[in-house]
Nanobody, 118 residues
Framework: VQLQASGGGSVQAGDSLRLSCAVS????????MGWFRQAPGKEREFIGD????????SLPDFVKGRFAISKDNAKNTGYLQVNSLNPEDTAVYYC????????????WGQGTQVTVSS
């Protein structure tokens, strides 16, 4: 399974971005897709995840209302919509997938940089 993240960039505070994560390979093995971010000097942070082949999504409270996770199974692509960005959202954003029978995210995209200026 291979993942390709895209959609990051340099934006102004208050802007929105939609990050994409294209998946290729043995996609039938995928149970879920997660999104993470890592800011400079900080540990990687879990944002949320979605079950790949079933329409269900979970998001931690701190992102609800600003971040939304979705997917298009026909395109084998997952999305992270990020709204009302602020400088504290500056980070490298990663997508990852968890396979059936696995509890961890084993396959990761290369990350896409989001830089928010005030």
């Amino acid at each position: 399974v291979q993942l390709q993240a895209s959609g990051g960039g340099s934006v102004q505070a208050g802007d929105s971005l939609r990050l994409s994560c294209a998946v290729s390979g043995r996609t039938a093995r995928i149970h879920g897709m997660g999104w993470f971010r890592q800011a400079p000097g900080k540990e990687r942070e879990f944002i949320g995840d979605t079950t790949w082949n079933v329409r269900s999504t979970s998001l931690p409270d701190f992102v609800k209302g600003r971040f939304a996770i979705s997917k298009d199974n026909a395109k084998n692509t997952g999305y992270l919509q990020v709204n009302s960005l602020n400088p504290e959202d500056t980070a490298v954003y990663y997508c990852a997938v968890r396979l059936y029978g696995r509890s961890s995210f084993d396959f990761w995209g290369q990350g896409t940089q989001v830089t928010v200026s005030s």
